[in-house]
């Protein structure tokens, strides 16, 4: 059971960074850096999306996973 709920988590979080990703790059292609500096919304995802990724290094590190 826990092999398989770690299976979805990262699976989940995998989608979830490739669509915040996805987004962070519509956003920088329709607005300039300083529409960019100024979003707390885009700031605020940027976070997340690299929080994201450094649970998936975490969980991968910790399958042993490259």
């Known amino acids: 059971m ?4 770690v299976k979805v988590l990262l ?3 995998e989608q979830d960074f490739k669509d915040t990703g996805i987004v962070l790059d519509q ?3 329709t607005h300039n ?8 919304p885009y700031s ?14 975490k969980i991968n590190s910790r399958l042993n996973i490259k």
């Open 2 to 5: 826990t092999d398989n709920a």
């Open 11 to 13: 699976q989940s979080l």
């Open 27 to 29: 956003f920088e292609a």
């Open 33 to 40: 850096d300083y529409e960019c500096n100024q979003s707390k």
């Open 44 to 57: 605020a995802l940027v976070a997340g999306h690299f929080a994201l990724e450094e649970a998936i290094e």
